[in-house]
T-cell receptor, first 110, second 119 residues
Framework: AQRVTQPEKLLSVFKGAPVELKCNYS??????LFWYVQYSRQRLQLLLR??SRESIKGFTADLNKGETSFHLKKPFAQEEDSAMYYC????????????FGTGTRLTIIP | GAVVSQHPSWVICKSGTSVKIECRSL??????MFWYRQFPKQSLMLMATSNEGSKATYEQGVEKDKFLINHASLTLSTLTVTSAHPEDSSFYICSARDLVGGLAKNIQYFGAGTRLSVL
């Protein structure tokens, strides 16, 4: 069965420092990977997906099939980046079901 | 962007009663909606996939007679927790998939969630 692992439950980073939230997955096929974010008192929302290959709010993520990873990165953290981040996987393109990781709570220290 | 409305946001009920939660896509049509459950400080666990006009597909371990799902239209899915007990207390979240094809096809838009407390 597919699995998404986010090894860090909590991550604190100083403002202006680089951020990396780790995500590893296990699945032998060609998955689609997503990062969802939940800001305080807000609903879960899509941050980015690997097929779009775009940068959202300064965040990027590259799918590394060799390492089965999809780490989320930002070169300079901002206070408004504090949130809960979930990595998620769908089995194949067009397959809607999402498997979520356990999430990482990112706190940016002013 | 696409908006999903979930109602109620919080409900308290007595043990043995049933509770209905609504999930609506406000500005788009959704043939597929999803219901998740989230325990405190844990991730979202998919309970079932709701398909408009057909029976829901439940994940392993989820009792379909306990969690009744109805998806009668392209904009509304409901989850009814029947004969609720304290162990059913949780945060329930719905999501809807935008019907528009192409790259947008596999994006889920989430409701704000419903906190259920069973006394």
């Amino acid at each position: 069965a597919q699995r998404v692992t986010q090894p860090e439950k909590l991550l604190s980073v100083f403002k202006g420092a680089p951020v990396e939230l780790k995500c590893n997955y296990s699945y032998s096929g060609s998955p689609e990977l997503f990062w969802y974010v939940q800001y305080s008192r807000q609903r879960l929302q899509l941050l980015l997906r690997h097929i779009s290959r775009e940068s959202i709010k300064g965040f990027t993520a590259d799918l590394n099939k060799g390492e089965t990873s999809f780490h989320l990165k930002k070169p300079f953290a901002q206070e408004e980046d504090s949130a809960m981040y979930y990595c998620a996987l769908s089995l194949n393109f067009g397959n809607e079901k999402l498997t979520f990781g356990t999430g990482t709570r990112l706190t940016i220290i002013p | 962007g696409a908006v999903v409305s979930q109602h109620p946001s919080w409900v308290i009920c007595k043990s043995g009663t049933s509770v209905k939660i609504e999930c609506r896509s406000l500005d788009f049509q959704a043939t597929t909606m999803f219901w998740y459950r989230q325990f405190p400080k844990q991730s979202l666990m998919l309970m079932a996939t709701s398909n408009e006009g057909s029976k829901a597909t439940y994940e392993q371990g989820v009792e379909k007679d306990k969690f009744l799902i109805n998806h009668a239209s392209l904009t509304l899915s409901t989850l009814t927790v029947t004969s609720a007990h304290p162990e059913d207390s949780s945060f329930y979240i719905c999501s809807a998939r935008d019907l528009v094809g192409g790259l947008a096809k596999n994006i889920q838009y989430f409701g704000a969630g419903t906190r259920l407390s069973v006394l």
